[in-house]
């Protein structure tokens, strides 16, 4: 079950970029429902949709989605905390509220990923998460049943 850690974070990035892209998408869609509204500020409209749209998307998509995004499910990847299940609203909310500052230090970020033996970023250290193969569920689930002696 050993993960090249190269691979696992080459494969984050392309999820990160491919739930970027839905998120822009989603904001495009809502400016144009509201140009077509005819609503009154369109261009203040448009700031705070988008920053909604970004803030939004991601802890609702891993928390009503249980450890999926629409990127990460492209790429094989799921979200789970330390004994292999989908992470809390905790753990969700942590891993939200510091994506903006990783994304702001991205070259930072990589590096600490790189660094990171599980492939982790600050955000999952902090929340105590884990971003695995979706693959590797199932057998991590009964390693982790077997060290616990739970069934």
Known sequence: ??????????????????????VLL??????????????????QFSTWCLLATWCLYFPLSEYLL?????????????????????PSLLQVLIRSATRPFEA??????????????????????LARTYVIPRKDLVRLRGLIAAQTGLP
Request: net charge positive.
């Open 1 to 22: 079950m050993e993960v090249s850690r190269a691979g696992l974070i080459i494969r984050r990035i392309l999820a990160y970029l491919a739930d970027g892209m839905l």
């Open 66 to 86: 249980r450890g999926y995004t629409a990127g990460k499910v492209l790429c094989g990847l799921q979200v789970i905390n330390g004994i292999g299940q989908p």
């Open 104 to 125: 702001a230090i991205s070259p930072a970020t990589l590096l600490i990923c790189c660094e990171s033996s599980r492939g982790q970023r600050i955000g999952d250290r």
């Open 26 to 43: 989603l904001w495009f869609a809502l400016c144009r429902l509201a140009e077509h509204l005819q609503y009154p500020d369109l261009e």
